[in-house]
């Protein structure tokens, strides 16, 4: 029989996706919360216990701690008691000793202005009422394992009990939780023979009925299906290195000579991580080329190209490592076939930094552009500087940069930022007239035009006419050229066919 919650999801799914999300976000945010509030084996102050655990849930913004406090941690106590909820001791105490939070001045953190607070460091020295305050590298040994296995144990329930599917249970926590990754797709990186060790570890140690794994986190294990290593878990993996449907965060269509795709992760707006990168630059290093004759990148949803980089999503990198970033950008800017950047929405940050890796840019009038990084202390780092200077010039690169503000797409039309800034309702007629011409051109032609002109804008001029003259000779040679004096001569369309 259904339960409830099934019957409920069930209808929402019908009728509205936002309300599917908001009703998986009360089945798995409480999860968490608790979670945290219960892990104070070892630890002597509960409250720095909470401040611990905020620090190394890098994975969502903001933490539950900081969002208990603002929303009221009486609100919670109140919505756990009143749904018969079990209520962690801690919340219990807080509530007792009127600490609510920001209201009151004092709650998990600490936000009265005085000079010293009376919850302690560790280490016996007071700390200011400055509220969260803490770093990443604070996180200490807090046992982050245990907070996510029991949030995939109740996803492995909800996807089990014919709840939701996975892509359902990741879509609600992206969307009502703001994890950058779907709990999911995060136990299926963390291994599922992982997850359903540490559970079964904890349900023997404590007892405790909350970490008696589900049946079908159990199964998974046992058929062998653990997870991306294993090509199988919550979700199945092409283990095909050259399959185009093997990627998470894009999706990837050939049909045609046309290669289309689209940035996946429209709960995030798109934003550029880690993971999406290695993906990109993945797909356009191993492609068939001889397959393709132009490429069209765009993001999913109707909000963002991409909006910027996604910080969470670098959560952990080192300073060394996000000096490669570059690469990515570069493998599609080097693509031997022309690419073209259709955009809807936000192109900020990271977002632009991959349109301007592309060779054309198309954009709908209601779009805008900017690399506001300057805003958070940093720049560019993706290609952005040098590509905007190139584009736009020193006076108009260096406005964008250094103001870190946002232009509309008339104005990016005008700076010769994008190629075409038109009406949405023109928009997919406009690119399919570019798209048309990419593929029908000459591919040998067009490769060898590419290359002239990215590397002789960064050569001589005597240098660049040299390389333009050497690849004017050498496409005299190709059948391309013989097809298409032909069919200027008989006035016909050329077939070109990249011989």
Same mark, same amino acid.
Not at 87 to 103: R, S, W
Not at 363 to 384: M, N, Q, V
Not at 406 to 430: C, K, P, T
């Given at each position: =029989?259904?339960?409830?919650?099934?019957?409920?999801?069930?209808?929402?799914?019908?009728?509205?996706?936002?309300?599917?999300?908001?009703?998986?976000?009360?089945?798995?945010?409480?999860?968490?919360?608790?979670?945290?509030?219960?892990?104070?084996?070892?630890?002597?102050?509960?409250?720095?216990?909470?401040?611990?655990?905020?620090?190394?849930?890098?994975?969502?913004?903001?933490?539950?701690?900081?969002?208990?406090?603002?929303? +009221?941690?009486?609100?919670?106590?109140?919505?756990?008691?009143?749904?018969?909820?079990?209520?962690?001791?801690?919340?219990?105490?807080?509530?007792?000793?009127?600490?609510?939070?920001?209201?009151?001045?004092?709650?998990?953190?600490?936000?009265?202005?005085?000079?010293?607070?009376?919850?302690?460091?560790?280490?016996?020295?007071?700390?200011?009422?400055?509220?969260?305050?803490?770093?990443?590298?604070?996180?200490? #040994?807090?046992?982050?394992? *245990?907070?996510?296995?029991? $949030?995939?144990?109740?996803?492995?329930?909800?996807?089990?009990? +014919?709840?939701?599917?996975?892509?359902?249970?990741?879509?609600?926590?992206?969307?009502?939780?703001?994890?950058?990754?779907?709990?999911?797709?995060?136990?299926?990186?963390?291994?599922?023979?992982?997850?359903?060790?540490?559970?079964?570890?904890?349900?023997?140690?404590?007892?405790?009925?909350?970490?008696?794994?589900?049946?079908?986190?159990?199964?998974?294990?046992?058929?062998?299906?653990? +997870?991306?290593?294993?090509?199988?878990?919550?979700?199945?993996?092409?283990?095909? #290195?050259?399959?185009?449907?093997?990627?998470?965060?894009?999706?990837?269509?050939?049909? #045609?000579?046309?290669?289309?795709?689209?940035?996946?992760?429209?709960?995030? $707006?798109?934003?550029?991580?880690?993971?999406?990168?290695?993906?990109?630059?993945?797909?356009?290093?191993?492609?068939?080329?001889?397959?393709?004759?132009?490429?069209?990148?765009?993001?999913?949803?109707?909000?963002?190209?991409?909006?910027?980089?996604?910080?969470?999503?670098?959560?952990?990198?080192?300073?060394?490592? $996000? =000096?490669?970033?570059?690469?990515?950008?570069?493998?599609?800017?080097?693509?031997?076939?022309?690419?073209?950047?259709?955009?809807?929405?936000?192109?900020?940050?990271?977002?632009?930094?991959?349109?301007?890796?592309?060779?054309?840019?198309?954009?709908?009038?209601?779009?805008?552009?900017?690399?506001?990084?300057?805003?958070?202390?940093?720049?560019?780092?993706?290609?952005?500087?040098? *590509?905007?200077?190139?584009?736009?010039?020193?006076?108009?690169?260096?406005?964008?940069?250094?103001?870190?503000?946002?232009?509309?797409?008339?104005?990016?039309?005008?700076?010769?930022?994008?190629?075409?800034?038109?009406?949405?309702?023109?928009? #997919?007629?406009?690119?399919?007239?570019?798209?048309?011409?990419?593929?029908?051109?000459?591919?040998?032609?067009?490769?060898?035009?590419?290359?002239? =002109?990215?590397?002789?804008?960064?050569?001589?001029?005597?240098?660049?006419?040299? =390389?333009?003259?050497?690849?004017?000779?050498?496409?005299?040679?190709?059948?391309? $050229?013989?097809? +298409?004096?032909?069919?200027?001569?008989?006035?016909?369309?050329?077939?070109?066919?990249?011989?």
């Amino acid at each position: =029989m259904c339960s409830d919650l099934q019957w409920l999801l069930y209808y929402e799914r019908l009728v509205d996706e936002d309300a599917l999300a908001t009703h998986l976000t009360d089945e798995l945010g409480p999860v968490e919360a608790y979670e945290i509030s219960r892990h104070q084996e070892g630890h002597s102050n509960e409250t720095l216990f909470v401040t611990w655990g905020d620090r190394d849930l890098v994975i969502r913004r903001p933490p539950p701690g900081e969002l208990a406090d603002l929303t +009221g941690i009486d609100v919670g106590y109140h919505v756990r008691k009143e749904g018969g909820s079990p209520i962690p001791p801690i919340t219990e105490e807080k509530v007792e000793a009127e600490e609510l939070g920001q209201k009151t001045g004092k709650g998990f953190y600490d936000y009265e202005a005085r000079e010293t607070s009376e919850t302690s460091q560790a280490d016996g020295e007071a700390v200011d009422g400055d509220g969260a305050d803490y770093q990443p590298e604070d996180a200490g #040994d807090f046992d982050w394992l *245990r907070v996510q296995a029991r $949030m995939i144990n109740r996803a492995a329930f909800l996807v089990g009990e +014919g709840v939701a599917k996975p892509e359902e249970v990741d879509t609600g926590v992206q969307f009502g939780l703001g994890f950058p990754e779907g709990i999911c797709r995060r136990a299926d990186k963390i291994g599922l023979d992982t997850v359903l060790e540490k559970l079964e570890t904890l349900h023997e140690e404590t007892g405790a009925d909350r970490f008696e794994p589900h049946s079908h986190l159990a199964e998974l294990v046992k058929a062998g299906t653990t +997870g991306e290593d294993a090509g199988q878990g919550f979700y199945e993996y092409d283990t095909d #290195d050259e399959g185009l449907d093997s990627y998470h965060n894009i999706n990837v269509e050939l049909d #045609d000579g046309v290669l289309a795709i689209e940035l996946d992760r429209p709960s995030r $707006m798109n934003a550029i991580s880690g993971d999406l990168l290695e993906e990109i630059d993945d797909l356009f290093s191993t492609v068939d080329t001889d397959d393709v004759r132009c490429v069209t990148i765009e993001g999913v949803g109707n909000r963002a190209f991409s909006a910027g980089a996604d910080i969470g999503g670098f959560g952990g990198t080192e300073p060394t490592d $996000m =000096m490669d970033v570059t690469p990515a950008f570069e493998t599609v800017n080097d693509f031997p076939r022309p690419v073209v950047a259709k955009i809807d929405g936000y192109c900020l940050e990271a977002g632009l930094e991959l349109a301007l890796a592309c060779d054309l840019r198309l954009a709908t009038e209601r779009s805008s552009f900017g690399a506001p990084e300057i805003g958070l202390g940093l720049i560019p780092g993706g290609g952005g500087t040098q *590509r905007l200077m190139r584009v736009l010039g020193e006076t108009r690169a260096k406005e964008l940069v250094f103001r870190g503000n946002h232009i509309e797409a008339e104005r990016a039309e005008q700076w010769g930022l994008v190629n075409r800034a038109v009406a949405r309702e023109e928009f #997919d007629d406009v690119v399919a007239e570019f798209v048309d011409d990419l593929h029908n051109g000459p591919p040998i032609g067009l490769k060898v035009a590419k290359k002239v =002109m990215n590397e002789g804008q960064d050569a001589s001029l005597e240098a660049a006419l040299a =390389m333009e003259s050497q690849g004017f000779g050498l496409l005299f040679t190709t059948e391309d $050229m013989r097809e +298409g004096t032909a069919a200027f001569a008989e006035d016909r369309e050329p077939a070109f066919d990249g011989q």
